[in-house]
Every structure is written in structure tokens, then in C-alpha cells.
């Protein structure tokens, strides 16, 4: 009994240049199945015809070639996107340091800091396939780029500064905290502050909206807080929808071709066939374009929607106001909350969930209905006035 290796699949792993190449074991019995390669056979047993492992085989069945193995795709490259060189889409608007503050100015130039946010693709073989996250980091450079060079600037939105070929994209450097830490800060927020940070919120998200964007994973880790201003800024949009798309579940595969149709039998032309009455041709309409399919991903617990949760988010804007609401009930208390996440599926908020709220009890309450139940959108003429006078 002897052993031949054949190779299965040949894999780019994430470092450079190195390939892991997967091997199949294979028996071979006396009489061997497989023709024996050319330079293991003994000279006297060279032949130039088939190996026939049947003696009534015919030499045509011989030469059918077996199933072969299916060839494993590799997943996309998201580094591709910024490969040079880099599509003018992705291109920074006019003067976008517009309403940036240099660190530090000379007789020629002016420096400012940035953030530079590239692809992180991770590659893992599990249980003797290769796993990569590939195509998700693909899916959410795309959404973020999509965002930042459709939506018109604003304060409450991180600036886009352009791309870096073969890096990355450069983003707009904070310097400041996530909305977290600001919450947990001791003493508690003024009344006039959390207002404020609510007008902010809102001002930001329905400007987002404004483009039929959404958000997808509004949480307070999400939101940066400016030491200086206290200025909100929305980030990380890389579980952005389309308002204009179709939704699905993440369980669905996108990349699986729609059933084909059988095709339609022309008429017969002979002219003994049957004919069939004049029906007069009527002109119709072209086609609208396919919508586009994307799929909506659960964010941040407990700040992702119930109907985001179970898989059947129909409307993505309105799972944002969900995150918002939640962010509220955090704002408010000034702490952490959480719901039982078969519970939040449930769409039920646990009893007594929003005692206690002194600001934006009544607003909560409209923001966390079911989504076909009344939730309220995000509009911008809900702002609140601020009342200094109220604090102590």
C-alpha cells in the first residue's frame, strides 16, 4: 500500500508572498485506479494510451475526464480599493481641511494630524477550509467610502480627507473621548448638556439621512466627544444601508446566482402549424434598474433594533431612530443600560425600563415602538431648546 498526495487548493495566505497549499491522502490499492506518473513507471512500461482500470471500459469513457475539484475563488482584495490608481470617486472634496485647525503653521506650509484607516484582513483555516473576513472588510470600506463622498460636509460628521494609494483612507483626527466615557463621567451631566448632546446627535443623523443613508451601528463607542467643544462626531460607517436597496439577512448568500429560468419555447414557424390569434404588440416601459442588495448586519447590543436582530430590518433609517432612543435612555441616567437580548427581540422593554428618565422620557418612548408600531423618525425640528436655568 503506497501514498500519493494530490493538492486540494492553493490559498494566498495574509502574509506576502506565502501560499498554504492543502493536500488530499489518497490509498492506492494494487491495482491502481490512476495511471502512474512518467517518471515513476519502469522504462519497459512507457505507453502513450489510456489507463483503463476496466478491461470492458471503452477507450471513449476512458478519456471522459472524472469530476474535478471545484476550484476555490479567492475573496476579494480590500486593498484593491485604493490600488493605483485611485478612482476618482473615492477623491476628497474641495479644501477639505476647510474647517480643520493646523497643529502647527510655517512660512510655506500648514500640518495637520489625521487618522489613516486601512483594510485588516484576516485569514484562518477552520476545520480544514480557509475562512476570511475578505469580503465582509470589503463590504464596510465600500459603505464608509460610500458615506464620506456622498454626504455634504458637516461638524457633527467626521471629515474626509481623501485616499492614500495602497493604504488606506485619511479621516479627520479627533481629539477627544467616545460618548461612553463622557457619560461615565462623574459628576453627572448638567441638564443643558444632555440637551445639547441630543440636538447634536439629531443634527448629524438627519443630515445623514437626509441622503437616504443610514448609520447601522449607532452606539455610544460610535460617537467621539471633542475635548475642546464638547463637539459630536459621527464615525464608523461601515454597516451603512441605502435607504433605496434591498434588504437581507446577513444568513443569506449574496454571492450565490438566482435560479435560472427555463426558457421560453419560440413559436413553431412551419406553416402547418396551428396559428394562434393577432395579439397587437403593445410597447412597454424599459425596465427600472435591479435595486441593489445589501445586507443588514446586527450592531452594538442593546443599541441594535429588535427587527435588526431577527434578521428582518425593512427599513434602516428607522432602526437608527431604535439606536438613538437607546442612546437617550443612557444619556439621561448617565450609565450603561442593557436588555436581555431575547427580550430585545421580542421588541418588549423590560418593566421599568424608562422610570426614572427626567429628560427624554416621553422622547424615548417614541423612538423604542416597534417599527411598524409608530416609531418616530428622526427629524431635525425635534431639537430642544436649552434652558440654562433649569440646571442644579
Excluded at 171 to 179: A, Q, S
Excluded at 249 to 273: G, H, K
Amino acid at each position: 500500500m503506497t501514498s500519493k498526495r494530490h493538492v486540494r487548493r492553493v490559498t494566498l495566505t495574509s502574509k506576502k508572498n506565502w501560499w498554504m497549499v492543502e493536500l488530499d491522502d489518497e490509498q492506492e490499492s494494487a491495482n491502481p485506479p490512476i495511471t502512474p506518473y512518467a517518471d515513476e513507471a519502469p522504462p519497459h512500461e512507457h505507453q502513450h494510451i489510456p489507463f483503463v482500470s476496466n478491461p470492458y471500459t471503452s477507450y471513449e469513457t476512458a478519456r471522459t475526464p472524472g469530476p474535478s475539484i471545484p476550484a476555490f475563488p479567492p475573496p476579494n482584495n480590500p486593498l484593491s480599493i485604493f490600488s493605483f490608481p485611485t478612482p476618482t470617486t473615492y477623491s476628497a472634496p474641495p479644501n477639505p481641511t476647510h474647517n480643520l485647525a493646523p497643529f502647527e503653521a510655517g512660512s510655506a506650509s500648514e500640518l495637520f494630524k489625521c487618522v489613516v484607516k486601512k483594510p485588516n484582513v484576516v485569514q484562518l483555516e477552520i476545520n480544514g477550509e480557509m475562512q476570511s473576513n475578505a469580503n465582509d472588510v470589503m463590504t464596510q470600506f465600500l459603505a464608509e467610502l460610500r458615506v464620506y463622498t456622498t454626504v455634504t460636509r458637516h461638524r457633527n460628521i467626521t471629515a474626509f480627507l481623501g485616499c492614500i494609494e495602497n493604504v488606506g483612507m485619511a479621516l479627520e483626527f479627533i481629539d477627544g473621548r467616545t460618548l461612553w466615557a463622557v457619560v461615565r463621567e462623574r459628576p453627572e451631566l448638567m441638564r443643558s448638556k444632555k440637551i445639547d448632546y441630543h440636538n447634536q446627535l439629531l443634527d448629524g443623523l438627519t443630515h445623514l439621512h437626509s441622503f437616504n443613508l443610514s448609520h447601522g451601528d449607532l452606539s455610544l463607542l460610535n460617537v467621539q466627544v471633542t475635548h475642546s467643544s464638547d463637539t459630536i462626531k459621527l464615525l464608523d460607517f461601515g454597516r451603512s444601508v441605502s435607504a433605496e436597496s434591498t434588504y437581507a439577512s446577513p444568513l443569506e448568500n449574496l454571492a450565490e446566482p438566482p435560479p435560472l429560468q427555463p426558457p421560453v419555447r419560440p413559436p413553431p414557424a412551419s406553416r402547418f402549424a396551428h396559428k394562434l390569434p393577432h395579439v397587437p404588440s403593445v410597447v412597454l416601459p424599459p425596465p427600472s434598474p435591479p435595486r441593489q442588495v445589501e445586507q443588514i448586519h446586527p450592531g452594538t447590543r442593546p443599541f441594535s433594533a429588535p427587527e435588526v436582530l431577527r434578521g428582518e430590518c425593512q427599513d434602516a433609517r428607522l432602526a437608527d431612530a431604535y439606536s438613538f432612543g437607546m442612546i437617550l435612555v443612557c444619556l439621561d441616567r448617565c450609565d450603561l443600560v442593557d436588555i436581555k437580548p431575547w427580550v430585545q427581540r421580542k421588541d418588549v422593554l423590560p418593566p421599568g425600563f424608562l422610570d426614572g428618565l427626567l429628560v427624554f422620557r416621553a422622547r424615548c418612548e417614541q423612538y423604542l415602538k416597534k417599527w411598524d408600531c409608530g416609531r418616530r423618525r428622526l427629524l431635525k425640528e425635534d431639537m430642544m431648546d436649552i434652558d440654562v436655568q433649569m440646571d442644579g
